[in-house]
């Protein structure tokens, strides 16, 4: 099989810009600018419906007078002001499956990338179900807790399974999704900072979830194929692990990863 399964072209889809979503950007953005030339072209868009608040200025990536603001209008401002690099910004939540389409646009040689920094089972379902009609994607989906956490990556091309979605690789997480799909919200009853307050979560937990989602990207750019199976990740003490999930899936569906990543592995 030829070395490169992937199109030229990427659009990366972040969606929530909280303490994970901006952590994310802060990684991707020297990333893009900085890379060599001969590289992929990469569409960025970043999307919350959520606004800054003081609370915020603790855990993520904004400023003391960015507080009133659209969280992606406030990341995007810092970004324009850091990096010669525009994003396309979605100041509002995508609620449906067709939210998530419109998102990304109609550019039907342009790879689709959804990086989930969210803590809400019900938009989670409508991003697998997203996923679950896509010909060829990839979704990112980060999740974490007081002192650890799991990104799970979930890819397919040409309608063929690279890697399954989270509520493949956790059944009892698809019960939950089940359960989620009766609810009209979308937003986390909790937030990072309440949660804090009742179970302090390390101030590294978030950075270290987007850092994982960046390298990921970082090195689907470069090697053409898209990131597959789940790292967990615990701070105390301090490790990653990561687990293929391509046993999960029919061997027929499997496309093999090229020698030169199976070797990296």
Not at 61 to 79: H, R, T, W, Y
Not at 123 to 139: P, T, V
Request: charged share 20%; glycine share 6%.
């Amino acid at each position: 099989m030829a070395r490169t399964i992937l199109p030229k072209r990427y659009h990366v889809l972040v969606i929530g810009c909280g303490g994970t979503g901006s952590a994310f950007m802060q990684g991707l953005m020297p990333y893009l600018v900085h890379r060599g030339d001969g590289v992929k072209e990469v569409e960025v868009s970043i999307c919350d419906g959520d606004i800054v608040e003081e609370k915020n200025l603790v855990r993520q990536v904004f400023f003391p007078d960015q507080v009133g603001m659209n969280k992606a209008v406030a990341l995007s401002e810092s970004i324009s002001a850091t990096f010669d690099y525009a994003v396309n910004v979605i100041p509002h939540y995508l609620e449906s499956v067709s939210d998530v389409r419109s998102a990304f646009g109609h550019s039907y040689a342009c790879m689709p990338v959804l990086v989930g920094c969210v803590d809400n089972l019900k938009a989670r379902a409508i991003y697998e179900e997203w996923f679950s009609g896509a010909d060829s994607a990839a979704y990112i989906d980060c999740a974490n807790e007081e002192f650890h956490g799991e990104v799970v990556y979930a890819s397919k091309f040409g309608g063929k399974l690279l890697s399954p979605l989270r509520s493949r690789v956790f059944p009892s997480f698809a019960k939950l999704l089940e359960q989620e799909k009766e609810s009209m919200k979308f937003r986390s009853e909790i937030d990072c900072l309440a949660r804090a307050v009742s179970a302090p979560q390390h101030i590294f937990t978030n950075k270290m979830s987007a850092l994982l989602a960046v390298n990921a990207v970082s090195a689907m750019l470069e090697t053409d194929y898209p990131p597959t199976g789940v790292d967990f990740f615990t701070m105390r003490p301090m490790a990653v692990q990561h687990q293929d999930t391509s046993a999960l899936l029919p061997k027929e569906t499997i496309i093999p990863a090229p020698a030169s990543i199976e070797k990296a592995g």
